[in-house]
């Protein structure tokens, strides 16, 4: 949408995943630089140590290439779980990064922990996008602790709110079978793990979710 011309507002209360779309958005050359310099040197013991430690880094930038190394090849699309599939990244990765070049995405860091009274209180805008990562079952949730790339949602709540919102939001989530029913007749569409539409659900990676 961004890429068309259109003004969106990618909202998080994770301040993780801000700082690394605010690195690529600005700095994006030096992004790729680092983190193609970082990830030969990650054997597999480092990987799953970097889930737990990765974000306690002082470098920003560091952080931000640690974020975009986990990610793309974690099997959950996580930073902070899965298991590393290396079949996920290749050279081609940081090229994509040198690549991204898109000015009217604004992230917005929400300092609040209620993700749905951030996006009502949201400043207005043409669409609102909002990557909530995860769908889990809301069971336990009270004093669980958190990652640093995963924030807390009610997703009924939020499924609510969503269906009777007049601004266009639009959500990411990873693929779950529940949100088909969660969110029926609403506008969804399945992107496969390289970013291309699909519509066979066992190439399903993520699930673009939109209220218009």
Request: net charge negative.
């Amino acid at each position: 949408m961004a890429a068309t011309g259109r003004k969106v507002m990618a909202h998080t209360n994770r301040y993780a995943i801000y700082e690394f779309w605010m690195h690529l958005l600005t700095d994006r050359h030096s992004l790729a630089s680092a983190a193609a310099h970082i990830y030969p040197t990650i054997d597999d013991a480092q990987y799953y140590f970097l889930q737990e430690d990765w974000n306690t880094y002082k470098d920003p930038k560091l952080r931000a290439a640690l974020f975009f190394i986990m990610n793309r090849s974690s099997s959950t699309g996580l930073v902070s779980s899965g298991e590393l599939r290396r079949e996920n990244f290749n050279p081609a990765s940081f090229a994509l990064l040198k690549r991204f070049d898109i000015e009217n995405l604004y992230p917005v860091f929400d300092k609040k922990e209620d993700l749905i009274q951030n996006i009502a209180n949201a400043q207005p805008a043409e669409y609102t996008l909002v990557p909530v990562g995860k769908y889990d079952l809301n069971l336990f949730d009270y004093g669980k602790s958190r990652a640093a790339d995963i924030a807390p949602v009610h997703h009924r709540n939020l499924a609510k709110f969503v269906s009777e919102a007049e601004q266009k939001i639009v959500l990411l989530y990873k693929k779950h079978p529940a949100l088909f029913d969660l969110y029926n007749g609403h506008n969804i569409q399945m992107v496969d793990p390289h970013g291309r539409l699909t519509d066979d659900t066992e190439k399903c990676d993520e699930v673009i979710i939109a209220n218009f």
